[in-house]
């Protein structure tokens, strides 16, 4: 393929669509990028979408690849582990890694957005084109039908190939979801649970009224309040709550009475720095929690779905962001192979990375229950102290599930899902076996000694699971 020759156009301009349209432009495509919403570089585009975001290891790996590691490194404020906070206001830290180089980031959307489109412009051969929304692909002629909402007149665009970034309510999906000239596999399924935006402002001298390095959390078994830190000061406070189940949910808490006697009974230290609840909470809007797969990604050779659109994902294991940033690593690997079309280059892009999305996104739905509820147990609790001590004294032997996912990535995601699936049922039944334990007396010898009977019994499960005829 002469890359010269070849007209991209990504339908998106959010995180996913302008790292794309900057790895392309790189390469010496000529990239066309059409964006739904004003340019959030001029005008504010929050609209209860998450303002800051969990960047890591994955995502990095995209930024080194672009060479903006440096640049996204200054707009992120380092978290160490999960601040975990009880109904009484009392507080401990949770560790993400025993590794002191093993945390992750909170970095703004909306700032990591804006670089990403700045430096993708810095190249002569990609364009972006805002209010415009698209309203239909015709696949089949690899042409897209655009609403101007400045003239508010439609034009259509064609291109060699046409790559949705647009999110999960993709429009080229819904395309290929209308037709009927080909099999396209589709499902979404939501959380009970929703989710509403909040916020923790600085005090009168900008300063943090919280832990500054790390995501706080207020779980409580069936909802969870958590917070990020923001560069100014601030926290962007995440409420998860059902809709319309238990005590309290969304749809009881009509009147600023009943947020403040929700929050003053469940979140009491939360209530005393957030004197703009009540108002706050009936301006931002409640969003719903999704996961969404399908299949196949790609028609022919001439369009592709990526990101969100592909494969949106629940929060909780802060992959979303990291996950589609992967995406585009991915992709540009299968394009150095140098492929004879674009139908084998997104065949081949497909098949190498589907198994790992279905797999980020069963694990987020897995961190979802984590958070919310399983932090607070005991046995957990126990869990993550015997990692932190595995992960300090072999910090090459050892790894958790969550360091698998989050920090070690050149580790598919599918086989640390598999891998650390089993760990943890290994662990977990040691613990309860009493064949493990830790206190004061713990030594290094012990410490060895339980690394070489978790080793044991996790390589015996996954055993069994490949007897059973789970691969990976």
């Known amino acids: 393929m002469n890359n010269k020759q070849q007209n991209i156009l990504i339908i998106g301009a959010g995180l996913c669509g302008s790292l794309l349209a900057l790895r392309l432009g790189q390469r010496g495509f000529n990239v066309s990028v059409y964006e739904k919403r004003p340019d959030l570089r001029k005008t504010n585009l929050s609209a209860g979408r998450s303002i800051n975001l969990a960047f ?24 160490h582990g999960r601040m975990i906070h009880d109904k009484n206001g009392d507080t401990f830290q949770s560790n993400y890694s025993g590794r002191k180089h093993e945390y992750i980031n909170s970095v703004s959307r909306n700032d990591l957005n804006a670089l ?28 897209a039908l655009f609403q101007d909402y400045d003239t ?16 999960a309510g993709s429009v080229l999906r819904k395309s290929y979801y209308l037709d009927k000239g080909f099999l396209f596999s589709f499902s979404q399924d939501y959380l009970t649970h ?39 000061g601030s926290f962007t406070v995440t409420l ?3 809709y319309d189940e238990g005590n309290y949910n969304f749809s009881s808490l009509k009147t600023e009475e009943k947020v403040v006697a929700f929050f003053k009974e469940e979140f009491p230290d939360a209530l005393l720095i957030m004197p703009n609840l009540a108002s706050e909470f009936f301006k931002n809007p409640t969003s719903p929690l999704g996961t969404i797969k399908c299949s196949p990604w790609h028609y022919k050779g001439n ?25 585009v690593v991915v992709l540009d690997a299968i394009l150095n192979k140098n492929l004879e079309h674009w139908e084998a280059t997104f065949k081949t892009y497909q098949k190498n990375r589907k198994i790992d999305t279905d797999a980020i996104a069963d694990l987020a739905i897995d961190n979802f229950h984590e958070m919310k509820e399983h932090v607070i147990a005991p046995i957990f609790q126990e869990k993550r102290k015997l990692e932190m001590l595995l992960e300090k004294k072999f910090p090459t032997q050892y790894h958790s599930k969550y360091a698998m996912v ?5 580790l598919d995601y599918h086989v640390a899902m598999i891998r650390g699936r089993a760990q943890d049922r290994a662990i977990f039944n040691l613990l309860s076996s009493g064949e493990i334990a830790i206190n004061h007396k713990t030594t290094n010898e012990d410490l060895e000694k339980f690394l070489e009977k978790i080793k044991h019994d996790t390589n015996q499960i996954l055993e069994d699971q490949l007897k059973a005829g789970l691969k990976y």
């Open 194 to 232: 929703g989710y509403k935006e909040l916020s923790i402002l600085p005090n009168e001298n900008g300063d943090y009224l919280a832990q500054k390095n790390a995501l706080h959390i207020w779980p409580r078994k069936n909802f969870m309040l958590i917070a990020l830190p923001n560069l100014d």
């Open 56 to 79: 890591s290891d994955r995502g990095n790996k995209a930024m080194k690849l672009v060479g903006l590691e440096e640049k996204v490194k200054a707009l992120c404020i380092p978290m």
């Open 116 to 143: 990403l489109l700045n430096e993708a412009e810095n190249h002569e051969n990609v364009n972006f084109y805002f209010n415009k929304k698209c309203k239909s692909v015709d696949f089949q002629n690899t042409t």
């Open 406 to 410: 989050t920090f070690n990535e050149n």
């Open 303 to 327: 369009t592709l779905l990526m990101g969100d659109a592909a494969h949106a994902i629940v929060p909780f294991y802060g992959q979303g962001m990291n996950a589609a940033f992967e995406d």
């Open 240 to 242: 998860f709550l059902s």
């Open 152 to 167: 508010e007149k439609d034009f259509v665009e064609d291109a060699d190939v046409i790559i949705a970034a647009d999110g």
